[in-house]
């Protein structure tokens, strides 16, 4: 398979290629060339298909020959390692729980899986290994340095705003060691982002074969097809429309989702929710795409102000905002909301909800109001005890420590600190 990159000026590369460099050369997303449905049989069988026998199917084509089936089939099983089981809260309202995974967020699958497309293609170049740089408000971090941890041939470097991520959060970070390093920034989030930005930018810093493991990169984008297969094969017995929600940040997950359509998963609608991050609700609304400066809300993974991925689902639609209008709509809630609705949902359903997916559960509904006959799915992103100082004082509960997290409060916490740029580059050429 080749992929272009939809700034449409650097040469087309493998899938080998476009997972090391994550960004082509033109600053562009990396797109598939060709995107092929899966055969009805596939749809037709698919109850009896396990989630890695799914898994298979759904990414074989990105990947090609690159990578020998066999051990594609073996990286899909340690992606694959935990479940993904639908809640019904409400009456033919799901939530989709993306967060039974080590990390307990979304981002364990896609992370666990470029990190061991990375390994496989670096078994043979111990010298020359790859660097794989992010910086993180809280999430990602965790889940990329549980993803990759013992992989070899890759070394991670995770930058974080200092003070700025929750405890949990940095303990995820700054315990686990071996081929692991935790940067602690004095600074805030948007200084990180800065500094690795740059640093892809520095020739200086080019045999340090550096890649980002954000859902720009393809190997972490890609498997976030998984689930919305997984829900399919679930629900299809119903027999009834399904109208999917995601909080959205850097919008990979719902074009993730949407990719998984153009596969030929019958997905009736797609609903973007967003917090007051508001960039593509007001696309939608207006035309005019006006990315703006993040600002803060209790959802802060999805505190994004220009979503990365949004430009590949413009992409899938030959940038034409009426057909994309016709599948996917996307709305925007304010923390009040959010807050109101964790509540509502755990006194009506007993469903206890993190902030991303009450905002999930607001786009959710708001789009059932034109689609009566669906089922909705919200995708829970994150596990509520990630977010456990806005869910205890909401809801007044006190929640129980799962052992992934207890695993972790325990250990030592390890940091380099550094403060700018050039400490950052010392670190990386030392
Ligand atoms: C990353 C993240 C999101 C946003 O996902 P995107 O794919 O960037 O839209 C939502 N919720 C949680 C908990 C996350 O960590």
Known sequence: MKYYSLNHNAKKVNFKDAVTDGLAPDKGLYFPEEITALPKTFFDNIENLDHKEIAFQVIQQFVGDEIPAEIL????????????????VEENIYA????????????????????RCLGYFNKDKKDNENTVLVATSGDTGGAVASG???????????????????????????TLGKNITALEVDGVFDDCQDMVKKAFLDEDLNSKNLTSANSINIARWLPQMFYF????????????????????????????????????LPIK????????????????????????????????????????????????????LEQLKKDFSSYSFSDKETLETMKTIYKANNYIADPHGAVGFLGLKKELENHPNALGIFLETAHPIK????????????????????????????????????????????
Do not use: W
Not at 148 to 174: A, H, R
Not at 243 to 263: D, T
């Open 73 to 88: 089939k073996e990286i899909i099983a340690e992606t694959l390692s935990f479940d993904f089981p639908l809640a019904e």
């Open 96 to 115: 989709l729980e993306l967060f039974h995974g080590p990390t307990m967020a979304f981002k364990d699958v896609g992370a666990r899986f470029m990190s």
């Open 148 to 174: 990759f941890l013992d992989v070899e041939g890759v070394k991670v470097v995770i930058l974080y705003p200092s003070g700025k991520v929750s405890d949990i959060q940095e303990k995820q970070l700054t």
């Open 229 to 264: 297969f997984f829900a399919y094969k679930n629900l299809k017995k119903q027999n009834k429309p399904l109208v999917f929600s995601c909080p959205s940040g850097n919008f990979g997950n719902i074009c993730a989702g949407i990719l998984a359509k153009k596969l030929g």
């Open 269 to 320: 609608h797609f609903v973007a929710s967003t917090n007051i991050n508001d960039t593509v609700p007001r696309f939608l609304v207006n035309g005019l795409y006006e990315p703006k400066p993040s600002e803060s809300t209790i959802s802060n993974a999805m505190d994004v102000g220009n979503p990365s991925n949004f430009c590949r689902i413009q992409e899938m639609y030959d940038n034409d």
């Open 387 to 430: 977010f456990l100082d806005i869910v205890e004082p909401a809801l007044n509960i006190k929640l129980p420590i799962p052992k992934q997290i207890e695993s972790v409060l325990g250990k030592e916490k390890k940091s380099v600190k550094i403060k700018t740029y050039a400490d950052l580059k010392s670190y990386l050429t030392y």
